[in-house]
């Protein structure tokens, strides 16, 4: 089975900087079937990306995902306040552990 | 309005049983694979288990094996989860989800959850 390792754990930051969100798997992904969720908390997941660089329906374009084989990456431009929460990737079924994204 | 609301979670004893359902409206249920998704408190995801658009092909993770059983109704637009022998290590909220058409993993709609509690 394939385990997804996210990094870092917990990523401070001020609104308007720049984040980067890693994801690494265990095996080459290949295709690059990846996605991306956010959680807030008491909320369900919501998916932001799709096949590893598609943003879902009504995500706004300062997220954005790259990546192929082991190696993938989530990138918020400019972090809003409503942008800190929890980020998971998942691949065919695994989830990553998590990156906290907190106020700095 | 497309959504899925789930349904069922309860306090239950170890070794009991409970039968989770998620009604979903606003969308054609038949044309989508579904899953269920758990989240213990304070953890994160585990895909417990998936179901085919026409209920012919179900996956599990290993950890409810046996224990639980995923199912469909498109009559009904409703899915289910069968949960037996419930153990201390099995509370969470269930989540229902759609999967984006094709049959990728990838969630795009995701029910509010419903909480699993196991005590004695």
């Known amino acids: 089975e394939i385990v997804l390792t996210q990094s870092p754990g917990t990523l401070s930051l001020s609104p308007g900087e720049s984040a980067t969100l890693s994801c690494r798997a265990s095996q080459s992904l290949g295709s690059g079937e990846l996605a991306w969720y956010q959680q807030k908390p008491g909320q369900a997941p919501r998916l932001l990306i799709y096949r590893a660089s598609t943003r879902a329906t009504g995500i706004p374009d300062r997220f954005s995902g790259r990546g192929s084989g082991t190696d993938f990456t989530l990138s918020i431009s400019r972090v809003e306040p409503e942008d800190f929460a929890v980020y998971y990737c998942?691949?065919?079924?695994?989830f990553g552990q998590g990156t906290k994204l907190e106020i700095k | 309005e497309v959504q899925l609301v789930e349904s069922g979670g309860a306090l239950v004893q170890p070794g009991g049983s409970l039968r989770l359902s998620c009604v979903a409206s606003g969308f054609t249920f038949s044309r989508f694979w579904m899953s269920w998704v758990r989240q213990a408190p304070g953890k994160g995801l585990e895909l417990v288990a998936n179901?085919?658009?026409?209920?012919?092909?179900?996956s599990h993770v290993d950890s409810v094996k046996g224990r639980f059983t995923i199912s469909r109704d498109n009559a009904r637009d409703a899915l289910y989860l069968q949960m037996n022998s419930l153990r201390a290590d099995d509370p969470a909220v269930y989540y229902c989800a759609r999967h984006i058409p094709g049959g990728a993993m990838d969630l795009d709609l995701w029910g509010q959850g419903t909480l699993v509690t196991v005590s004695s």
């Open positions: 179901i085919n658009e026409e209920g012919t092909y179900t």
């Open positions: 998942q691949q065919r079924g695994p």
